[in-house]
């Protein structure tokens, strides 16, 4: 075990705030969640340069990314050393995993390959900075796979407790209820790309055995970014070479003296190096003209290739079927596609914070550029009227934060009846289900009073639902809850004009 | 007549005239009470107090279930769930009257922690010693031989299924495919499974549960009643406050009382008439004993 350094209890403290933050991303008894994971990504600054080049604007949002990327140019690559969570994961792990030899193919402008295709990604329109960075690399595997694995287990449990003990299992309920209230989610959901998303943090795991925190010097892009940023810094430190006599920085530094020279855009700031020097040498100083030896940016190429590569990226992978596209259903208040897949970080947030468990990431329905992007399946979760919280919980206003009386107008989609599946019509049998369910105030689904034949030739009443497209906000609940086995005989299908209820139609006046 | 030929006749009628004799053993006329006022938790417990008080209903120790609507995300002022002060003066009743226990849930329709927390139901009973608000667990469904005219098993929930009581207290709202939506519909609550699919022959299949898990006190809630959009509701417009609440221990002259404040008739509502064919109660307001208080 290390000794706990200044650096490694402000780690593990912000490991515990990330971990403290993404238990809190979920409903838990109030309209609005005051604190969220999101902050994380707010002041994210791969996310913020992401945001700027694809949405061409600045949002208010992401100022503390802002103070973050001015705190770098001052202080150097802090954030990797004190704060990022996976960086702290991969220290924890670090001492448990034997090394082997660095891996060559990483060496060398790799992270810069992978870091401006991102962002020149971005400013062709797509924002793809989220896949990799890793924030949203560590909340995706959190909340598609860990968390539910958790949740699913300690609920199972419980579930075969009572098997057990059938209602003695009452004397634990209190128990039980702390935990699933405040610890578990409240739902049991499997999300696709589950595995992918726990595969990701695994490899990023495994990549510790060819080298110390091997993602974040040779691959992360926000790492990257901040390196950048760092190069900068107002202090330096000194010596910037290994000592001919003593070279113990060389094991010491997890990041930054892979080589003779120190480099200056891996150092993450940790202090090991000035803790432990025998000598007394090492030493971080306010120096702010010292001479970099390094040229400052790769070379060139690396530009060229990444601006080509980002357009390729946007143009190749944007095939979706037809069939996807009509059942393409983001949150709600989101209303252009375009801007969507400018501004949204494929954290997850909005996924792990839905109340009915509605969204799940796009695996390939929104194109392969789309991919962990949110989308709404209705038929396994709808959209509950009164809440507004994925609005909230988005770190880059994607889905907007809207007030409920505005996101109950905003619509996702419409809802459509299929009359080979709906009971009323197929089967001549009442229902109504969806009718009931529908929230709107005035109904949008609503029904006629029909006198017909029944199979047995009998005159018998039946209630035919229709649709009102100018009062259904595609909210899904008539989807969720139609009673048809398998396929429901109403289901919500994306619209090309996400326009809003009128007020008009909303609250009264009769369409 | 002396008194041995009298009991002689008497002996006789009860071959032939099985019904005077129900008629004349019913000083049974069902009991209904409707009590008015502003105070929902004072009418609440005049109601009870008038068919007799909690004491009939519930023994001491009893293992009290408490069923309201709060199927909806939506506040009391918008009359789709039960109000919380008419549950509570229920539960307090239930716990006057010596109940070991007394559980309050519903399977809600929509996220069962909005419901409970914006039904003001949560609220309202959080202090409460011995009262627990529980969310459903699919676990405690079980199948349960219904054997009636269109459902032969369904899952009903455990806990009210091994209560000593059951008391039922539904709002008195409009529904678009029975009318309005009162106690028997009330019970939809503890059933498991699919249930939408019932819908299709909804009265039959309705008086089946409720003839398989029976309200031994039904308690509508018509503080205000929601006369159209229902069972959700959402607009105020659609809330008429009647300030009643109505008791008896008969579920089908509770929802037929409850039936005539929309202005409709009993007759015309599928569940009570088929929750009064299957002999769960009387239908007939003219045969109910109706105290107003």
Known sequence: MRKLTVARVSQLLFLLLFLFLFVLTEYRGKDEISFAVNSFFRGNPLVLAAYVLAAKSFTWLLLPAVLVLFSTLLLGRFFCGWICPLGTLLDLAAKRIRKTAPVRYFKGNFKYWLLFPLLSASLFNINLAGIFDPIAVLTRALTFFFYPLLGDTIRQGWVGLYGIMGDKRDVLAPAYGIVRDYLLPFRETFYPLAFMSALFLLVILFLERYETRNWCRNICPLGTLLGLAGRFSLFKRIPDRLCPDCQACGQLCPTAFDREILQQQDCIRCMECSLKCTFSRAAFRFAPLAADRQPYFPERRIFIGSLLSGFLLVRLFRFRTPDAQARLLRPPGVRDEEEFLKTCVRCGECMKVCLKNALYPAVLNAGAAGVFTPVMIPRLGYCEYNCTLCGQVCPTGAIPNLPPQQKRMEVIGKAVLDKNRCLPFAKKTNCIVCEEHCPIPKKAIRFEEVMEADMSGKQVSLKKPYVVDELCNGCGICEYICPVDGKAGIEITATGERTPLENGYFQGAEP | ?293
């Not at chain 2, 030929?5 to 032939?16: A, R």
């Not at chain 2, 509701?233 to 929802?255: C, E, H, P, Q, T």
């Open chain 2, 1 to 293: 007549m002396n008194r041995r030929t009298f009991l002689k006749f008497l002996g006789m009628t009860s071959l032939f005239y099985h019904r005077m004799l129900r008629d004349a053993a019913a000083t049974e006329r069902p009991l209904l009470a409707a009590a008015e006022g502003k105070d929902y938790s004072a009418i609440t417990r005049n109601a009870i107090r008038a068919i007799g008080g909690m004491g009939k209903f519930v023994r001491k120790g009893d293992l009290v279930v408490v069923k309201p609507n709060i199927g909806w995300d939506r506040t009391p002022e918008q009359a789709a769930n039960t109000h919380p002060l008419v549950v509570r003066a229920i539960v307090e009743e239930c716990l006057r009257a010596g109940a070991g226990k007394v559980k309050v849930f519903d399977r809600t329709c929509n996220d069962e922690r909005r419901c409970y927390v914006n039904s003001g139901i949560s609220a309202a009973l959080k202090e409460l010693k011995n009262v627990e608000v529980k969310y459903i667990e699919n676990e405690r469904f079980r199948k349960v031989a219904i054997n009636g005219t269109v459902l032969k098993e369904w899952e009903l929930y455990g806990e009210a299924l091994t209560a000593n009581v059951f008391i039922n207290v539904p709002i008195a709202k409009h529904h678009g495919l029975t009318g309005v939506s009162l106690g028997i519909k009330n019970i939809m609550g503890v059933m498991g499974g699919n249930r939408g699919k019932i819908h299709r022959n909804i009265g039959p299949a309705l008086a089946d549960i409720n003839g398989a898990l029976k309200s031994r006190l039904v308690v509508i809630d018509a503080t205000r009643i929601l006369t159209g959009h229902g069972p959700q509701g959402g607009d105020l417009r659609d809330v008429r406050i009647v300030n009643k609440v109505i008791a008896s221990a008969d579920i089908v002259a509770a929802d037929a009382y409850a039936t005539t404040l929309f202005g409709l008739k009993p007759a015309d509502i599928s569940t009570t008439v088929a929750a009064y064919r299957k002999g769960l109660g009387e239908m007939d307001l003219g045969k109910v004993r109706i105290l107003k208080v």
